[in-house]
């Protein structure tokens, strides 16, 4: 198995991104190298120039998410961790397959047509041609699985199309250029929301900082937001169907059960009967458990530049090595003299 995922180096991590994304990551890393397979985790600082943004924060977030993966237990020796800049086969390889893509299949985008609006006509090249480079990141390592939100399965269907119509038109069945990656999308559980609105995932881009937890946060920040969390005035159910329509009940709950590794019915079966003036304080104490160790790595981590330049420079190494074959088998299917 090769696992490949990639996220935008967007700065202010919360809880979300961990138990979305982040923590799956490490899940897998641990299960896959025991199995002998290959791990691929990078940020897509070249998807990140799509939108307007700002240089220096660029940079100085994607450090900041090296700092984050690796605190949270991603294991720079074990997993392949980079970020695309230092990779240039990611930008050759999205050339190469932008033959094959089709505009047709790009208008269909529903996240091109989300980001650019109503403003096609001032929306820059590369958020239009953004779902290529994806294909590019995916294929350019035969990637077999690739771990992502619901959100971007769609865009793992063009990299198959394009893995798939690259293949036929210039490849044969029996020895194809590209893998056709599968998407891994995690349960619904992984979603988790707001705390101030549980109708909204939790998102950096709330303005109330309240709404989120953030990996940055100390211990009482934490369990102040836990305590100030909206919640209703019933005790906690016994049962899953008590919580039908109590949103911000069914979130504390969520939250509390993938922290602690157990299934939502034995929470409920631990804190059945409960009221939130018991469960707030056993919720935050074990949010503090859990983030404490990983919010002290990040803290000292996130200051260590030169450690964290080496991290990236010796994982886009490794990256490139498994990069060039498939870009130079590609030139040549494509009758692309190299010399
Ligand atoms: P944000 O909403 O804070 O801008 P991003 O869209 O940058 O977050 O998401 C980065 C990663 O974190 C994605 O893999 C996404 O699926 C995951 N993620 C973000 N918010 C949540 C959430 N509230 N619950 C679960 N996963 C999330
Ligand atoms: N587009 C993805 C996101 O916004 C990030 C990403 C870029 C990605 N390239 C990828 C994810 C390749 C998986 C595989 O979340």
Not at 106 to 132: C, F, H, I
Not at 181 to 202: T, V, Y
Not at 294 to 322: C, M, P, S, W, Y
Request: proline fraction near 6%; charge should be negative; include cysteine.
């Amino acid at each position: 198995m090769r696992i490949l995922s990639g996220i935008q180096p967007t700065g202010n991590l919360h809880l979300g991104n961990y138990l979305g994304a982040i923590r799956n990551w490490v899940l897998m890393q641990d299960e896959i190298s025991a199995q002998g397979g290959t791990c691929l985790y990078f940020l897509a600082d070249l998807h990140a120039i799509s939108m307007p943004h700002d240089p220096a924060t660029l940079s100085a977030n994607t450090r900041e998410m090296v700092a984050a993966l690796v605190a949270c237990g991603l294991d720079p020796d074990r997993s392949i961790l980079f970020n695309q800049a230092q990779v240039p086969q990611h930008a050759e390889l999205q050339w190469l397959l932008n033959g094959t893509a089709r505009t047709g299949w790009l208008n269909r985008m529903t996240q091109w047509k989300d980001k650019a609006g109503k403003n096609r006509e001032g929306a820059s090249v590369a958020l239009y041609t953004y779902p290529v480079l994806q294909a590019a990141d995916v294929l350019l390592y035969q990637s077999t699985h690739v771990p992502v939100g619901e959100d971007q399965k769609q865009h793992l269907e063009l990299a198959r199309d394009i893995a798939q119509k690259f293949n036929n038109d210039f490849a044969s069945e029996e020895n194809p250029v590209f893998t056709l990656p599968a998407p891994m999308i995690p349960p619904e559980a992984a979603r988790i929301m707001s705390l101030r609105d549980a109708s909204g995932k939790m998102s950096k881009s709330d303005p109330s900082d309240m709404s989120r937890i953030n990996l940055t946060d100390d211990a009482d920040t934490i369990m102040q937001k836990v305590k100030k969390a909206k919640t209703d005035p019933e005790p906690l159910p016994s049962e899953i169907a008590g919580l039908e329509g109590r949103a911000e009940a069914k979130n504390l709950v969520a939250i509390y059960a993938a922290m602690s590794g157990s299934t939502i019915e034995q929470i409920l079966t631990d804190f059945g009967g409960a009221g939130f003036g018991t469960f707030k304080p056993a919720l935050g104490e074990l949010l503090v458990e859990r983030l404490a160790p990983i919010n002290a790595r990040f803290v000292e981590l996130r200051q260590d530049r030169t450690a964290l330049d080496a991290i990236l420079r010796k994982g886009a190494e490794k990256a490139r090595a498994l990069a060039v074959p498939t870009l130079e088998r590609t030139y040549e299917a494509l009758g692309l003299v190299r010399g």
